[in-house]
């Protein structure tokens, strides 16, 4: 979306709501980066025992389930809700509604972290209610557009399910442990190759052709780009299903194998002068990285689980919501799309504390020192975007009211 449709969507709403309220990216990205922080900090805290979670979740399973549904599913809304207007010429949810889902968010948050006293049916009520809403909410922009985006919007009701069995499982409910948490982590990941390929090698275009690049400029998705889709599909979807499946080891190393060579051929090397774009690469590397990882992992006991994970949920997920957060929150909000100093260290803190993550089985140090290390910068990447980009996404546009 340009800057000047833009502008007016924001500020000739019918209602004029305040700055905050006038497109989901604004509430959901500044919710999604302060739970993230805060989810952190009482993980490690509840790890070294400082602290216990009133959760009826035990403190790995809340820590997992809050990272992927509660963090990644304000970030999905913040990002669904203002892609949708640009897909369907719509105006964006805003206002008072926008206001009413940001709290239900809230709400199932809340919920979920004292579930111990408010009851575990509670929060599932609360916390798959938002996603069921948040689907009914984009499902109706896109059906009332015809848009051709619907599939990408049935993922929202898809990860609500999946809410829904890790709510189950941790209610004992009779199922293959993990599968919820797994289900959801798939479609994320699908999400994340899905609309990676689509906006990664656009964006790299876009700025190789602004630096006068005529050759070598990363091309529209072709067939090799749909193979990588569904041979990833096909492998992360077996995971949840069978995840010690020797078969499926092999068809994570495949998918990771292919994502490897997608990722080489958007010519990511070639954007290192422009922070806002190499991110986006950097961030998608992770992807293959842990997927290989994954298959590893089922093969080999010398290559943890937990690394696997961790490079595509710190690494992967963490890195590209990130990326996405920053260069969607200054272009909407009206500033230039260049990376500052605290961006940058932004982006250096997330993947560095990704990296020390992954690796900290493998340190010769203190594992839970290389955790809280991991923990420290990885956390202050969301702190420092929370101080630099808080006032942006709080406050009216700098060339409107």
Not at 219 to 224: D, I, K, V
Request: aromatic fraction near 10%; hydrophobic fraction near 55%; charge should be positive.
């Amino acid at each position: 979306m340009d800057k000047m449709s833009q502008t007016i969507r924001e500020n000739n709403h019918p209602h004029q709501p305040p700055p905050f309220l006038r497109g989901g990216y604004r509430p959901f990205f500044l919710g999604g980066a302060s739970w993230a922080l805060i989810v952190v900090c009482l993980w490690v805290a509840a790890l070294s025992g400082a602290v216990t979670l009133p959760t009826a979740f035990d403190p790995l399973a809340w820590h997992r389930h809050e990272m992927l549904f509660g963090y990644l599913g304000a970030v999905i809304a913040g990002f669904l809700m203002t892609a949708i207007p640009n897909w369907t010429g719509r105006l964006p949810i805003a206002g008072s509604r926008l206001a009413a889902l940001a709290g239900l968010w809230l709400a199932a948050r809340l919920a979920v972290l004292s579930s111990a006293y408010v009851g575990p049916v509670v929060a599932l009520i609360v916390d798959v209610g938002f996603l069921l809403v948040l689907f009914a909410v984009c499902a109706r922009e896109v059906i009332s557009a015809k848009n051709r985006n619907f599939p990408v919007v049935v993922v929202i009701f898809l990860f609500a399910m999946a809410s829904a069995l890790d709510h189950a499982d941790a209610l004992g409910v009779a199922l293959p442990p993990g599968l919820g948490w797994r289900t959801g982590f798939a479609l994320v990941l699908m999400l994340i190759s899905l609309i990676g390929g689509r906006i990664i090698p656009s964006f790299t275009r876009n700025w190789l052709s602004k630096q006068g690049r005529t050759t070598g400029l990363p091309g529209q998705p072709a067939l090799f780009d749909k193979i990588c889709l569904a041979a990833t599909a096909v492998a992360v979807g077996g995971w949840s299903l069978f995840p010690d499946g020797q078969p499926i080891a092999i068809l994570l190393l495949a998918a990771g194998a292919a994502q490897a060579v997608r990722l080489v051929r958007w010519s990511g090397y070639r954007t290192w002068r422009d922070p806002l774009v190499v991110i986006l690469h950097v961030a998608y590397a992770w992807l293959p990285l842990g997927l290989l990882l994954l298959g590893a992992s089922i093969i080999t006991p010398a290559v943890p689980a937990t690394a696997a994970l961790h490079a595509l949920s710190a690494g992967a997920m963490a890195s590209m919501t990130l990326a996405v957060m920053t260069r969607a929150t200054l272009g909407h909000t009206g500033r230039t799309l260049r990376a500052d100093r605290a961006t940058v260290a932004i982006y250096a803190f997330v993947t560095l504390g990704a990296a020390i993550r992954v690796a900290a089985p493998f340190l010769p140090f203190d594992y839970m020192r290389s955790i809280e290390l991991a923990g420290a910068l990885w956390g202050g990447a969301f702190l420092l975007f929370l101080i630099s980009y808080g006032p942006k996404l709080v406050g009216a546009r700098p060339d409107g009211p």
